[in-house]
C-alpha cells in the first residue's frame, strides 16, 4: 500500500462526488481486516506501529469520503482548488437568519415537532444541494462555483447540529 496514495486511490474507487456508498464500505471493511492492529498483534514493534498507520489513514479516508461535505472538500483540495474565505451572497445569510429564528423561536416554545419539521425540511434541502454538487464537480468540473456551494453547505450542516441539539433538549 502507498502512504502517499489519496482516498480514492487507497480504496480503489473513481475520484468523484457521485460514489457507491456499499462499495465504498466493502473496500472499507477488506481494508480493516487488512491493516488491523490486532492481526498483527504478536507483530514486531515495527510492524504493529506500521498496521497502526494503516490502520488509522484507512479509518481517516473512509470518513472522509463516506461524508458528501467532506468528501466535497477533500475533491476541491485534491484539485489544488481553495475553498476560500469568500463572502456568502446576502440572500443566503439572509435565510440563514430566518432559519436561525425559527429554530430559537421554536426551542424557546419548546415546540419538538416544529424542530423536526424544520429538521426534516433542512435534510432535504441538503440532499438537493449534494446533488447540485454533483453535477458541478463530476459533470461541469466548475470548481469556482462547487467551492461556493461548499461553503454554504457549511452552514447548513452547522444548523442541522443545532436544531438537533435543540430536539434533544426539548426531549429531557
Same mark, same amino acid.
Given at each position: ?18 460514489? *457507491? ?10 481494508? +480493516? ?32 469520503? @463516506? ?5 466535497? @472538500? ?16 446576502? *440572500? ?18 419548546? +415546540?419538538?415537532?416544529?424542530?423536526? !419539521?424544520?429538521?426534516?425540511?433542512? @435534510? ?5 444541494? !449534494? ?9 461541469? !468540473? ?5 467551492? *461556493? ?7 447548513? *450542516? ?15
Amino acid at each position: 500500500m502507498d502512504f502517499n496514495a489519496d482516498h480514492f486511490s487507497l480504496f480503489e474507487l473513481p475520484r468523484t462526488f457521485r460514489l *457507491d456508498a456499499a462499495l465504498l464500505e466493502r473496500r472499507y471493511l477488506q481494508m +480493516q481486516l487488512l491493516v488491523h492492529p490486532d492481526r498483527f498483534a504478536s507483530a514486531g514493534d515495527a510492524e504493529q506501529r506500521l498496521s497502526l498507520q494503516w490502520a488509522t489513514r484507512v479509518n481517516e479516508g473512509y470518513q472522509t469520503l @463516506k461524508k458528501p461535505l467532506l468528501r466535497a @472538500k477533500y475533491l476541491l483540495r485534491l484539485a489544488a482548488h481553495d475553498l476560500g474565505s469568500e463572502n456568502v451572497p446576502a *440572500d443566503f445569510l439572509v435565510e440563514q437568519m430566518e432559519w436561525r429564528e425559527a429554530v430559537e423561536e421554536a426551542r424557546a416554545a419548546g +415546540q419538538h415537532h416544529e424542530l423536526e !419539521h424544520l429538521h426534516h425540511r433542512l @435534510k432535504r434541502d441538503i440532499v438537493e444541494r !449534494h446533488e447540485e454538487l454533483a453535477l458541478l464537480l463530476d459533470d461541469q !468540473h466548475d470548481l469556482g462555483q462547487a467551492a *461556493d456551494r461548499v461553503r454554504r453547505l457549511m452552514f447548513l *450542516d452547522k444548523l442541522l447540529v443545532e436544531i438537533d441539539e435543540a430536539i434533544a433538549e426539548c426531549e429531557e
